[in-house]
């Protein structure tokens, strides 16, 4: 039996970007933003929304072309510069419907947030919106998704799992990103890929590194409506509770969330991301990244985030909280 436990926090207290090393010795810094939703929509043809996608254009016209602020993005960006992390995470719905010219729009603007080397990227449901051919479209992405450390495990979408390593951190990035039938949001990881990851686990593990695992849809139940939940959560749950890893990232929910997954060496920290350039005035929502700061402490870990918030009265992103993450022993 795998031990989940939930707690829902509220933290309040040339562009392109080229992240630094840090500083101080044996320590990483980490950017996690999400669900950015950066498509514009512009010039788009009734054929294209002949599917599930007719009602999320309908939803954007309504609410979401309002809500995911560009001015908000480009802040982003200011604000990364000056932070200056040493990778960023990207935990998916980089578009809105999943169409072609969205995937470009985004391939056009990657390079803006930085190489491939310093950053990696992982699909959401929005990505994979609708029909079966969505792979191909997201290969236009493939410099920014796809593995660089040799692996010789079975894949799926020809991406995922993937693994990256800088310095002492493996990054390991799953895909839940499936077309779902309308009015559903849900995703699914796979056998195959949850195979992948009990090899990934194991084998950075053995090498003592600190083990970052990505997926978009929350990985523990209770976080989400039933209709926009991770299928296969459960037997994510295993795979953790059997190999371990110190951090967990995803996003999707739109809330900012810190979850725990019991294992028998201790509670692994799963962080939710909200949207990074949300502003919504129904929901209150407002847009947030998280910084992790990752260093040695003896044979252990220490893991401290801070969260970085759009002001609006200010028009750019502050520091608004710091915690201290417990990570398992090893």
């Known amino acids: 039996m795998v031990n989940v436990k939930i707690e829902k926090v509220s933290l309040t207290t040339e562009n ?30 009734i054929p294209q929304l002949l599917s599930k996608r007719i009602l999320g254009y309908l939803s954007w016209l309504h609410k979401r072309r309002l809500v995911h602020r560009r001015e908000i993005i480009a802040s982003l960006l200011e604000d990364l510069r ?13 578009t809105h419907l999943g169409l072609p010219m969205e995937y470009t729009e985004v391939e056009q603007w990657l390079p803006s947030l930085g190489t491939p080397e310093h950053v990696t990227v992982i699909p959401g449901n929005h990505d994979a919106y609708a029909g ?3 792979g191909n479209s997201c290969s236009s992405w493939r410099p920014y998704l796809d593995s660089d450390t040799k692996l010789d495990i079975p894949k799926t979408a020809g991406f995922f799992p993937s693994l990256r390593i ?32 009990d090899i990934l686990l194991e084998k950075t593990g053995e090498e003592g590194l600190f083990r970052v ?42 809330t900012a969330t810190i979850s725990k997954l019991q294992t028998p060496t201790g509670s692994i920290p799963v962080v939710g991301a909200p949207s990074a350039s949300e502003l919504n005035p129904w929901t ?10 990752i260093s040695r402490s003896g044979k252990n870990w220490e893991l401290t985030m801070t969260v970085h918030g759009y002001s609006e009265d200010q028009g750019r992103f502050v520091s608004t909280a710091e915690k201290s993450l417990r990570l398992p022993q090893r």
Not at 218 to 232: F, S
Request: net charge positive; aromatic share 4%.
């Open 284 to 293: 209150g929502n407002c847009a947030k990244y998280n910084i992790y700061r």
């Open 213 to 254: 695992v990505m997926v978009h849809h929350p990985p523990v139940p209770g976080l989400i409506k039933w209709r926009k939940r991770l299928t296969d959560d459960k037997m994510f749950a295993a795979v953790l509770a059997r190999q371990g890893a110190e951090l967990v990232l995803h996003g999707h929910a739109h």
């Open 132 to 134: 079966k051919a969505w």
């Open 82 to 94: 000056d932070t200056h992390p040493d990778h960023i995470a990207v935990t998916g719905d980089m």
């Open 16 to 45: 392109v970007l080229r992240p630094t090393q840090s500083t101080q010795p044996d320590s990483f810094s980490l950017a996690h933003i999400s669900d950015l939703h950066l498509t514009s929509l512009d010039n788009i043809k």
């Open 166 to 197: 800088r310095g002492q951190i493996a990054l390991i990035g799953l895909s839940s990103a499936r077309p779902t039938l309308p009015l559903l949001a849900t995703g699914t990881i796979g056998q195959k890929q949850l195979s992948g990851l």
